[in-house]
């Protein structure tokens, strides 16, 4: 199946999933109010789905990898900031869990495509 869009792309919609969870939580109580928290894991969020779609238009296989990669890194460092928020209670224990989850499918789902794009690129030399 040929992608003409990156909102086609699977792994986009999930980081847009994901910053939509993650601007939701942000918007509550305590959190709200920990600037410079919230707008790093908003970032971070962002920069999942904003890598995706910048990879897709970047000319080469190797070139989108690259950006997939960031955001497979994205993900992990709103992982990394999820802990923050529970640590400081500013996300129950279910949220974290939840978020956690929806950053580990997202991870996954980028991980795919790396593979698929890897494989065929092989595959077109």
């Given at each position: 199946?040929?992608?003409?869009?990156?909102?086609?792309?699977?792994?986009?919609?999930?980081?847009?999933?994901?910053?939509?969870?993650?601007?939701?939580?942000?918007?509550?109580?305590?959190?709200?109010?920990?600037?410079?928290?919230?707008?790093?894991?908003?970032?971070?969020?962002?920069?999942?789905?904003?890598?995706?779609?910048?990879?897709?238009?970047?000319?080469?296989?190797?070139?989108?990898?690259?950006?997939?990669?960031?955001?497979q890194r994205s993900c992990t460092e709103v992982q990394?900031?999820?802990?923050?928020?529970?640590?400081?209670?500013?996300?129950?224990?279910?949220?974290?869990?939840?978020?956690?989850?929806?950053?580990?499918?997202?991870?996954?789902?980028?991980?795919?495509?790396?593979?698929?794009?890897?494989?065929?690129?092989?595959?077109?030399?």
């Open positions: 199946m040929k992608i003409d869009r990156f909102e086609d792309i699977e792994a986009w919609q999930l980081g847009r999933e994901l910053t939509k969870q993650i601007y939701a939580r942000t918007k509550e109580g305590s959190f709200a109010r920990d600037y410079g928290l919230c707008d790093q894991i908003r970032r971070a969020a962002g920069s999942t789905m904003h890598n995706v779609a910048e990879g897709f238009d970047s000319g080469s296989d190797a070139e989108f990898i690259r950006f997939l990669r960031y955001a990394s900031e999820l802990y923050v928020a529970l640590d400081q209670q500013y996300i129950s224990p279910v949220q974290f869990e939840e978020l956690y989850d929806l950053t580990k499918t997202t991870h996954a789902k980028i991980g795919g495509f790396i593979k698929y794009l890897m494989c065929s690129e092989k595959g077109s030399k």
